[in-house]
């Protein structure tokens, strides 16, 4: 496996599930990074880790709840979702150094979120 | 309004055509970046520039950091550079995080 992964790459779930996407990065990165895009909106960051610990929680509400196990891994844990969560998920990876993310990050295929 | 507007929205070409989309900025920035998303949605960063001009194969992105305003042209364009094109900028202070365009979604035809 190369480069970032995203399981499932589909997901349908109803308002009452508890579901879990998940990314691997397979590229030595050191920051990840989970982010929506909504039918005609721009990209929204929702999380960034770096070196494993949460540096931005933009603002998303608690029903999403984010896990970053080790710096391969990252996971966004889904429960009691509403239908306008609907949307492509995507996680992203790069290799920071210092306090600042500067660098160019790598995405991942992204995972289809329906919410019934 | 957001802070960073691409314009046009949509672009249809034929095969072979020269193409050019824009990106304009109202913030301070340290980096743009370029991305590319397919149908199906993954994303590819083309270029990740802070001033002049990049060049990789066909795709040519520029930025002049004085008028806010960056460019990706494509040359003899082909349907495989079928995509959204997205605009993304890095505030240089005060935030990490990078700033999105809705996309320019770009069709080309044989």
């Known amino acids: 496996e190369t480069g970032v992964t995203q399981t499932p790459r589909h997901l349908v779930m109803g308002m009452t599930n508890k579901k879990s996407l998940k990314c691997e990065q397979h590229?030595?990165?050191?920051?990840m990074y989970w982010y929506k895009q909504s039918a005609k909106k721009p990209l929204e960051l929702m999380f960034v880790?770096?070196?494993?610990?949460?540096?931005e929680n933009n603002s998303v509400p608690s029903r999403f709840s984010p896990e970053c196990p080790n710096s391969s891994h990252l996971f966004l844990h889904l429960h009691t979702l509403q239908p306008e969560d609907s949307a492509l998920y995507l996680c992203?990876?790069?290799?920071?150094?210092?306090?600042?993310?500067?660098?160019?990050?790598?995405f991942g295929p992204g995972t289809r979120l329906t919410v019934t | 309004k957001n802070e960073v507007e691409q314009s046009p929205q949509n672009l249809t070409a034929q095969e072979g055509e020269f193409i050019t989309i824009n990106c304009s900025y109202s913030?301070?920035?340290?980096?743009l970046h370029w991305l590319q998303q397919h149908p199906g949605g993954g994303i590819v960063s083309l270029f990740m520039?802070?001033?002049g001009k990049k060049k990789h194969g066909r795709l040519i992105a520029t930025i002049n950091i004085q008028e806010k305003h960056s460019s990706l042209h494509i040359t003899a364009s082909h349907p495989r550079d079928s995509a959204v094109y997205i605009c993304?900028?890095?505030?240089?202070?005060?935030?990490?995080?990078?700033?999105f365009g809705t996309g320019t979604r770009l069709q080309v035809f044989p």
């Open positions: 992203a990876s790069s290799q920071e150094s210092g306090r600042r993310l500067e660098y160019e990050q790598y």
């Open positions: 590229l030595g990165h050191n920051a």
């Open positions: 880790y770096s070196l494993e610990e949460r540096v």
């Open positions: 913030v301070g920035i340290s980096a």
């Open positions: 520039l802070s001033s």
């Open positions: 993304a900028v890095r505030p240089g202070m005060g935030t990490d995080k990078l700033i």
